[in-house]
């Protein structure tokens, strides 16, 4: 199987996830808590995607769609390119509220679709390119990219979870 094709369709599964978390939700209960401190459904896929649209237009060289776009109105947040999620306090989780389900899967498919585009490039020998030498060792865009898909993965599994807790 080709790379390309492999990565495509690991992230091409996850608009389908995405869709079974906020599908048919109110504002109000993509913004409910299961306790006090637990992430709410609309909060877990906002994260998930502002980490591969942060983490993709790193990649590309490219301005965030987050920022040159209306996205963050829409969530009730300013266009702050560094603002994804990581280490929010209860208060900054809670200011996530994005306007509906739409948005949710609108600006995923935005991003996604921008993921897809570098996707459907890449070869065997790209993934072996370091992309980000901070880390011990660097990090190779192969890496980079599995640890996308996880995360969003991970995020897309908790807002069903949730959801299947909504009163």
Same mark, same amino acid.
Request: aromatic share 8%; net charge negative.
């Given at each position: 199987?080709?790379?390309?094709? +492999?990565?495509?369709d690991?992230? *091409?599964? =996850?608009?389908?996830?995405?869709?079974?978390?906020? *599908?048919? =939700?109110?504002? *109000? @209960?993509?913004?409910? @808590?299961?306790?006090?401190?637990?992430?709410?459904?609309?909060?877990? #896929?906002?994260?998930?995607?502002?980490?591969?649209? /942060? /983490?993709?237009?790193? +990649? =590309?060289? @490219?301005?965030?769609?987050?920022?040159?776009?209306?996205?963050? /109105?829409?969530?009730?947040?300013?266009?702050? $390119?560094?603002?994804?999620?990581?280490? /929010?306090?209860? &208060?900054? %989780? &809670?200011? #996530?509220? $994005?306007?509906? $389900?739409?948005? +949710? &899967?609108?600006?995923?498919?935005? #991003?996604?679709?921008?993921?897809?585009?570098?996707?459907?490039?890449?070869?065997p020998t790209?993934?072996?390119?370091v992309?980000d030498e901070?880390?011990?060792?660097?990090v190779?865009?192969g890496?980079? =990219? #599995?640890?996308?898909?996880? *995360?969003?993965?991970?995020?897309a599994?908790q807002?069903?979870? %949730?959801?299947?807790? +909504?009163?």
């Amino acid at each position: 199987m080709d790379v390309s094709d +492999l990565l495509v369709d690991a992230f *091409d599964r =996850l608009p389908e996830m995405i869709g079974e978390a906020v *599908d048919g =939700l109110t504002a *109000d @209960q993509l913004c409910w @808590q299961p306790a006090p401190g637990a992430n709410p459904i609309g909060w877990l #896929v906002w994260h998930l995607t502002r980490v591969q649209d /942060h /983490h993709l237009s790193e +990649l =590309l060289d @490219q301005d965030q769609l987050w920022v040159t776009g209306t996205w963050a /109105h829409r969530f009730g947040l300013r266009p702050d $390119p560094h603002d994804t999620g990581y280490g /929010h306090t209860a &208060a900054q %989780v &809670a200011a #996530v509220r $994005p306007d509906g $389900p739409r948005v +949710l &899967a609108d600006y995923y498919d935005a #991003v996604a679709a921008r993921t897809r585009d570098l996707l459907r490039t890449l070869t065997p020998t790209d993934l072996d390119r370091v992309v980000d030498e901070r880390w011990d060792p660097p990090v190779t865009l192969g890496v980079r =990219l #599995v640890s996308v898909a996880n *995360d969003d993965v991970a995020h897309a599994a908790q807002a069903a979870y %949730v959801r299947g807790l +909504l009163p």
